[in-house]
């Protein structure tokens, strides 16, 4: 498709314009997401088992995107997005966007700077762990990925500013799982 905007010639990508999957009864398909990264201006590519391409846009706030991952069983696909927030001068991590069936849908941690996520194994679910920002005290929650709703909510025992001796808790493991990938990621 090309597109004439005043003197400019635009070429969009016909992939750009790939209705929603569907079946026969108008629900979603399962897609299953083989490949995923980003394009060369900062979208996220997605390839199904089938060859159908889908994108995760930018948009308008997004600056960013990083930890492109697909889930275990290639029924969704997600990113880190990177915003400005209120008076910063640099983009922070805000939320992650996630593909499935064929439509993206963003996943924040209630206003906080997303930490660490991954897609829990065998669950349509999403685990995540936001901080204020420059705070190392995080909460966590894992959300449905079909509906957004939180499906369950903790709080991991960091080296908190506030709080001078932490109390040691018990976590369950999808705690410890997200405390496994944000020091996987910092090293």
């Given at each position: 498709m090309v597109v004439v905007v005043g003197?400019?010639?635009a070429t969009l990508p016909l992939w750009?314009?790939?209705?929603?999957?569907?079946t026969r009864a108008?629900?979603?398909?399962?897609?299953?997401?083989?490949?995923a990264a980003l394009d060369p201006i900062g979208n996220v590519v997605a390839r199904t088992a089938d060859g159908t391409t889908r994108v995760i846009p930018k948009g308008d706030d997004i600056q960013s995107f990083s930890e492109v991952r697909i889930a275990k069983d290639g029924t969704a696909v997600g990113a880190t997005a990177w915003t400005y927030e209120c008076c910063q001068s640099y983009p922070i991590p805000t939320r992650v966007m996630v593909l499935r069936a064929g439509q993206v849908r963003p996943f924040d941690v209630g206003g906080l700077s997303v930490e660490a996520w991954h897609f829990v194994p065998g669950a349509a679910q999403i685990a995540m762990s936001g901080t204020q920002h420059h705070v190392f005290c995080a909460h966590t929650f894992v959300l449905h990925l079909a509906t957004g709703t939180i499906v369950a909510e903790g709080s991991e025992e960091l080296q908190c500013q506030y709080i001078e001796t932490p109390r040691q808790v018990p976590q369950p493991k999808w705690i410890r799982d997200l405390s496994a990938d944000r020091e996987a990621w910092r090293h």
């Open positions: 003197a400019i010639v750009r314009a790939v209705p929603r999957a569907q108008g629900s979603p398909t399962r897609e299953r997401y083989v490949f």
